[in-house]
């Protein structure tokens, strides 16, 4: 059961945004009236496969994690999302269709969420948001395209690398079993692999 929602100050989004484009006292009011807070606990979903995805998820604190789990039961890690990142599945949110994926959170998390009809008034009401969640979906997309690019021209290592690059601040706070699956390695292999790393720096 989800829990109900409640409402912590929505500062550090208005923060976030006021580092993209400032925003006036007005849009500001904007954010606060529109985005919700939900907290969700460890290993709760925000989303599951085959429902519809209804909420642009803004992350406060805790991490999320968006995911694929294939007819064998393995599980395909395609993003985490820790403190002022994004999670949505973009084309259930847009299309109002049935999601291929899930999310869930990986620690407790707090979240701003906005449902798709608040985030249609927003851009109404101030076309300074459009700008800006457009520049969002934009760094998304690219961000996805140079992940599929790894996956398939990249080593492991390659690959581990830049999860470390991207994911620093996350690689003491997850399971090596999740950025193994976000990898797309074994445990054991990724163990192994850090290991040569390691020799190679020392």
């Known amino acids: 059961m989800q829990e109900k929602p409640i ?3 929505t500062e550090p989004l208005i923060n976030y945004f006021n580092s993209l484009i400032p925003l006036n006292n007005e849009e500001s009011q904007l954010v606060r ?3 919700k ?3 969700y606990r460890k290993k709760q979903y925000v989303l599951q496969e085959n ?3 209804n909420q642009f998820n803004f992350v406060v604190r805790g991490c999320l994690r968006m995911y694929k789990v ?3 039961g393995n599980t395909h890690i395609i993003q985490f999302a820790s403190e002022n990142w994004w999670m949505v599945d973009i084309g259930s949110f847009h299309q109002k269709k049935s999601s291929d994926l899930s999310i869930d959170a990986l620690e407790d998390t707090m979240v701003l969420q906005i449902s798709y009809e608040n985030l249609i008034k927003l851009y109404t009401s101030a076309p300074k948001f459009d700008r800006i969640f457009r520049v969002l979906i934009e760094n998304s997309f690219v961000t996805l395209q140079n992940r599929l690019l790894q996956n398939i021209s990249s080593t492991a290592e390659e690959r581990y690398l830049s999860f470390m690059e991207t994911y620093s601040h996350l690689s003491n706070r997850l399971p090596q079993t999740q950025i193994a699956s976000f990898l797309g390695i074994t445990p054991e292999f990724l163990s192994k692999l850090k290991s040569k790393i390691i020799k190679t720096k020392s």
């Open 33 to 35: 009236e529109l985005f």
């Open 7 to 9: 409402q912590p100050s």
């Open 37 to 39: 807070s939900r907290l």
């Open 70 to 72: 294939d007819e064998k």
């Open 51 to 53: 429902d519809i995805c």
